[in-house]
């Protein structure tokens, strides 16, 4: 089994195969030590028109004909469409050059951007121009109202934005992806030094993580969005059973790349994964045997695998914990090679920025089935991660699809001594909240404040009524790490000795959680919902980013999306 075919992208994108090169250097984790400013440039062609805002300099302007911005070295940039007031699009550290992958937390949403950046100006001249009435909309005009709507996770949230440009509709994807492809062909999208902590041999530990983020089976058309964590069912059944996410940690040793004792890539998804939850539950001991599910030596049969039926469209994946390798094992860099991104130049010992952030396909066989991947990579020199975003179609002999997957993984260097070989995203401090409904002109806003026990949420909470309107209310509220621990953010309840902090996976998952009146022990969950996170990591301490989650109602559509970002 390939341990590092990590998985996620868009299906839509045709993309070249980028090399693995670079140049020797120094430490390439150092940034330059100077203060004059430097330039990047954004990149779906040339954009001129978008608004920039660095943090700490405090530099901003909107970028020229050439897509050029002023920052400097150390800076966490913010670009917006409209002006400061307008559409976020999101937050990066700096790096020479900027493209809707840098920005957003998932290909679809890098994607949604190419396709709106595109739809404003003719892109096949080699520029975009954004114009005026866009790029500057009047105060209070139903422009910016549109812009401020947009969530690019969610792109019927530019429904009305839409209307505003006078299209019919968007530039498709496939269109979108080829253009973007056609840019960015040859740009060298950071710089050639060598990261010699990446180099095998160097006796680094790296983090990977991997959050699945779909999955689809056969050639049925249902792409099922999965869901990582349940805190709609007992506590108990996550005794044995932890979330869905796959982490382990890998040690550049001398002759090879050791994966570490402690880690399991075993999940199970969909009927499997309730069925083990029930069988846990009842006390027994749940296997596969022959590509069937079974339970044995179950105390009881008080439940069964349909009480954790979940909303139509989603599945829940849990991991199993009695697959975990009790022991180190060592793979010949030889081997690790072939994984291609991080692996390649790891064995050629010459990773770099420029060459960890690629578009590429490749192809290959696993136990018999073939395996053919569309990924897009990138490393941020001031956070140190190094992002793969693939997806994954699994064919057999015949060339029928059985499976199709999309994920993303991330690697950063750990000290396997501290904090359980873990780096954190610590929430100490204050957080301000921004939340639209689809439909609706009005914007949510609040400042979670977070502190040593607990939260104080203070500010104007955005509400439906019945018949659909939307209103704002007054909040002030002040709730425990625990009581948020039972709702959406449920990482402040398994990252022990870690109050106030969840880990870069953790914020990319999803959860279904109670939002019953009164939770009864003992009685499943009569109203859960579900909430799917996405965050970009920014800044040296990761905590720059933004942090979105989406609400989804009965049949899956989204409903509430809200932007989280914390306040310098």
């Given at each position: 089994m390939n341990k590092f075919a990590v998985l996620g992208s868009s299906a839509l994108v045709t993309l070249a195969l980028s090399a693995c090169g670079g140049s020797s250097s120094d430490n390439g984790n150092e940034?330059?030590?100077?203060?004059?400013?430097?330039?990047?440039?954004?990149?779906?062609?040339?954009?001129?028109?978008?608004?920039?805002?660095?943090?700490?300099?405090?530099?901003s302007g909107y970028t020229n004909a050439e897509g050029t911005f002023e920052v400097e070295p150390g800076d966490v940039v913010s670009f917006y469409l409209g002006g400061e007031n307008g559409m976020f699009i999101g937050n990066s550290s700096y790096r020479s050059v900027v493209s809707p992958f840098e920005v957003t937390a998932d290909t679809g949403s890098a994607m949604n951007l190419a396709r709106i950046l595109q739809s404003l100006?003719?892109?096949?001249?080699?520029?975009?121009?954004?114009?005026?009435?866009?790029?500057?909309?009047?105060?209070?005009?139903?422009?910016?109202?549109?812009?401020?709507?947009?969530?690019?996770?969610?792109?019927?949230?530019?429904?009305?934005?839409?209307?505003?440009?006078?299209?019919?509709?968007?530039?498709?994807?496939e269109e979108a992806a080829e253009h973007l492809n056609e840019s960015l062909d040859g740009i060298e999208r950071g710089d050639s030094d060598v990261i010699d902590a990446f180099s095998k041999g160097s006796g680094e530990y790296l983090r990977l993580s991997e959050v699945v983020m779909n999955g689809q089976y056969g050639n049925n058309s249902t792409l099922y969005q999965n869901v990582h964590m349940d805190r709609t069912i007992p506590d108990e059944a996550f005794k044995n059973a932890s979330f869905g996410i796959s982490s382990e940690v890998l040690h550049l040793a001398s002759n090879a790349l050791v994966i570490k004792a402690g880690t399991s890539d075993q999940r199970y998804s969909s009927q499997w994964a309730?069925?083990?939850?029930?069988?846990?539950?009842?006390?027994?001991?749940?296997?596969?045997?022959?590509?069937?599910?079974?339970?044995?030596?179950?105390?009881s049969n008080t439940y069964s695998a349909e009480d954790f039926a979940i909303e139509p469209g989603f599945q829940l994946v849990v991991k199993d914990p009695s697959q975990i390798n009790t022991e180190d094992e060592a793979i010949d860099y030889a081997e690790v090679a072939s994984f291609g991104g991080l692996f390649a130049c790891m064995n050629e010992q010459n990773c770099s920025q420029a060459n960890l952030t690629a578009l590429g396909q490749s192809e290959f066989e696993d136990d018999g089935e073939l395996k053919q991947q569309t990924y897009s990579t990138s490393y941020d020199n001031a956070t140190g991660i190094y992002t793969d975003q693939t997806i994954e179609v699994t064919l057999d002999g015949a060339g029928n699809q059985l499976r199709k997957s999309a994920s993303t993984s991330y690697s950063y260097l750990v000290n396997p001594n501290v904090d359980n070989?873990?780096?954190?995203?610590?929430?100490?401090?204050?957080?301000?909240?921004?939340?639209?409904?689809?439909?609706c002109s009005l914007t949510g806003q609040l400042s979670y404040q977070f502190g040593a026990s607990d939260i104080r949420v203070v500010g104007k909470e955005l509400h439906t009524q019945q018949g659909g309107d939307c209103i704002l209310e007054?909040?002030?509220?002040?709730?425990?790490?625990?009581?948020?621990?039972?709702?959406?953010?449920?990482?402040?309840?398994?990252?022990?000795?870690?109050?106030?902090?969840?880990?870069?996976?953790?914020?990319?998952s999803s959860v279904r959680w109670c939002d019953d009146d009164e939770v009864i022990e003992g009685q499943l969950c009569q109203s859960p919902k579900i909430e799917q996170w996405s965050y970009v990591a920014a800044g040296k301490n990761w905590d720059q980013g933004v942090l979105t989650s989406t609400a989804f109602?009965?049949?899956?559509?989204?409903?509430?999306?809200?932007t989280y970002t914390k306040s310098l």
């Open positions: 940034l330059p030590p100077t203060t004059d400013p430097v330039n990047g440039t954004f990149i779906d062609a040339a954009v001129e028109g978008l608004f920039y805002k660095a943090s700490p300099s405090g530099l100006d003719d892109a096949s001249t080699g520029s975009i121009v954004i114009p005026d009435d866009i790029a500057k909309p009047a105060a209070d005009s139903n422009t910016l109202i549109a812009l401020k709507q947009v969530k690019l996770n969610n792109l019927n949230s530019a429904d009305a934005l839409l209307e505003e440009v006078e299209a019919s509709e968007w530039v498709s994807e309730k069925e083990f939850i029930a069988c846990e539950l009842n006390g027994g001991e749940f296997t596969v045997n022959n590509n069937t599910p079974e339970c044995f030596n179950a105390d070989g873990e780096r954190y995203i610590d929430f100490s401090g204050t957080w301000l909240a921004e939340t639209n409904i689809a439909g007054d909040m002030d509220e002040t709730v425990s790490y625990a009581d948020l621990a039972n709702m959406a953010f449920w990482w402040f309840g398994v990252n022990a000795g870690q109050t106030s902090k969840a880990t870069l996976a953790q914020l990319n109602v009965q049949g899956g559509q989204p409903s509430f999306i809200t």
